[in-house]
């Protein structure tokens, strides 16, 4: 690594996922609507619930980070889906796409250097752009992992 490169930058290559283990589009390439409803022997969760609970906690972590008036939301209930599988398939699809686009969101505020990385929101007790940004890394990191995990154990990674 060079000594040149900015904790902005290396923060957006943690985001994207380029690092040390595969990133959300790789963990969920060719997985199948059907897939990730399965649950298997021994598992907690179907693929879909860990979708949808990243999908949740990244929405969670940008509405914090976007709205002064942010509202907690209840932990653990509203951070899992209701159902084990998807409705459909174009669900499914949607859940994917929201995850992209909610990595892409906290990278876009990363990116922007009128945001301090550093200076605490306004509205929190302490929290900065910075550790909200990897607190989606880190809790995007280990349920990638899960859904590689599954995908194995599933015969379909």
């Not at 949740?56 to 907690?72: M, R, S, T, V, W």
Request: include cysteine.
């Amino acid at each position: 690594m060079g000594s040149d490169k900015t904790v902005r930058s290396l923060l957006l290559e943690q985001l994207e996922g380029r690092n040390a283990h595969v990133d959300f589009n790789q963990a969920v390439q060719g997985l199948t609507f059907k897939q990730a409803g399965i649950r298997v022997e021994g598992v907690p969760h179907t693929i879909w619930e860990l979708v949808e609970h990243i999908r949740i906690g990244q929405d969670d972590i940008l509405e914090f980070c976007k709205n002064p008036d942010y509202e907690a939301l209840d932990w653990p209930d509203d951070y899992w889906p209701e159902k084990s599988k998807p409705d459909s398939k174009e669900q499914f699809e949607a859940s994917l796409e929201a995850v992209q686009d909610g990595i892409e969101e906290m990278s876009e505020l990363v990116r922007d250097p009128q945001n301090n990385l550093q200076q605490p929101f306004s509205h929190g007790d302490g929290q900065t752009l910075f550790r909200e940004a990897m607190l989606i890394v880190d809790h995007n990191a280990y349920h990638i992992g899960q859904i590689v995990l599954i995908r194995r154990l599933l015969g379909s990674w």
